[in-house]
């Protein structure tokens, strides 16, 4: 496939959902519930409610919505730490668009920027080493955020700086990795979980190896997808194929970007410039050990919160919005007390609804405030 219309074929995409239908009975044969398959990815959420591969699924699969946006699950304590560095004096902080709207305790980036905080949004982090080189009587933060899949350009971008001497750039890292993530999926008692789709883009770096853990120790088939709507179909008959064939393994759909052995250049710039922490705060999740990264003593000099005073405060979530229920799979966006009321992409109350990889900025945006009730009420003895 070359054009990006191949990969939206509405009769592909029925071929593939009717193999799925003709297996399933066999899967569901000796089940009492639903079969729940959890997207990691953000970006995965989106297209099913985009192109509305929910519908074309049968009864007896429910897509449980996971907590790979890295911006939907960052604390609040953070973003009070980003607009805190944000208002020292001489400092321009840069960071990605979706970042901005994300409620603080107090205030958003955006609100900070607003206040009088020079606050930019980038595309990329050598956007904010340019203006890091164009303005050397600043202090240049880049807010880093996000999995695997953007910590290469990340490491990179202060390798360069290292190399130019910019000793104004520094970095406010909150990298977050997933392998950790799928273990504290996998082992809370809420969750019952029976298989995975991987997120393409992370195993664009870290290759198949790190999801191994799933299929052999959890025994739960794990399944790397592209971002397409094919991809997710026939990631989905993938895992259906698994379940049917009694096999528990990793596989990779998406062989045309992500390579079995992942980027080896990619994971050598993230082994020099960041090392694990012993543990790291998930909105929704708690405290999950070395899920995030920091950077390496060597590099303390480009490391904000080496450089700066911040407050690193933990503060808990606003009560009314069930953001923590949502990550973890346990509620859909819409069961949440104020989806759609007050919390809405105009005026956000909790983060799922301001990123654009969030589940509940997907169910909003896509109208899909309807449960299911075909898939949440199926019984196999039916």
């Not at 990006?4 to 009769?11: A, G, W």
């Not at 273990?183 to 393409?200: C, E, H, N, R, T």
């Not at 859909?332 to 809405?344: D, H, L, Q, R």
Request: proline fraction near 7%; charge should be negative.
């Amino acid at each position: 496939m070359k054009l990006v219309d191949e990969f939206r074929d509405p009769d592909k995409a029925q071929a593939l959902a009717t193999h799925i239908r003709e297996v399933l009975p066999k899967v569901m044969a000796d089940r009492r519930r639903t079969l729940q398959i959890m997207e990691f990815c953000g970006g995965h959420t989106h297209t099913i409610f985009k192109f509305g591969l929910e519908e074309l699924l049968p009864e007896g699969i429910e897509l449980v919505h996971g907590p790979g946006c890295p911006v939907c699950v960052l604390p609040m304590g953070r973003i009070d730490d980003a607009i805190a560095i944000a208002h020292q004096p001489n400092v321009i902080f840069t960071t990605f668009g979706d970042a901005m709207r994300v409620p603080g305790s107090r205030q958003s980036l955006l609100q900070a920027k607003a206040d009088g905080a020079d606050i930019r949004m980038v595309y990329s982090p050598t956007d904010a080493l340019a203006l890091a080189r164009q303005h050397p009587e600043k202090r240049v933060v880049f807010f880093a955020l996000g999995f695997e899949t953007t910590m290469p350009s990340t490491a990179l971008t202060v390798l360069q700086a290292e190399k130019e001497g910019l000793g104004n750039f520094s970095l406010f890292c909150n990298h977050i990795t997933t392998v950790p993530t799928i273990k504290a999926v996998l082992d809370s008692p809420a969750m019952q979980i029976d298989g995975f789709i991987a997120p393409g883009h992370v195993s664009m770096v870290v290759g198949e190896q790190p999801f191994q853990f799933v299929a052999g120790h959890y025994n739960k088939p794990i399944v790397i997808a592209g971002f397409e709507p094919l991809d997710i179909l026939q990631a989905l008959s993938m895992l259906i194929d698994q379940f049917a064939e009694s096999r528990c393994e990793v596989a990779n759909q998406y062989t045309r970007v992500a390579p079995p052995e992942g980027n080896p250049a990619g994971l050598a710039a993230i082994h020099k410039v960041f090392e694990l922490r012993e543990f790291f705060e998930w909105r929704g999740l708690g405290s999950i050990d070395h899920s995030g990264v920091k950077m390496r003593p060597a590099f303390a000099q480009f490391d904000a919160e080496c450089i700066f005073d911040v407050p690193n405060v933990r503060i808990a979530d606003p009560k009314s919005a069930q953001c923590g229920e949502v990550v973890k799979g346990v509620i859909k966006p819409w069961e949440c007390k104020v989806f759609g009321k007050a919390c809405t992409p105009q005026t956000p109350v909790g983060a799922l609804m301001v990123s654009s990889e969030g589940a509940c900025a997907a169910y909003y945006n896509y109208g899909k405030h309807i449960p299911r009730v075909d898939a949440l009420r199926f019984d196999a003895t039916e």
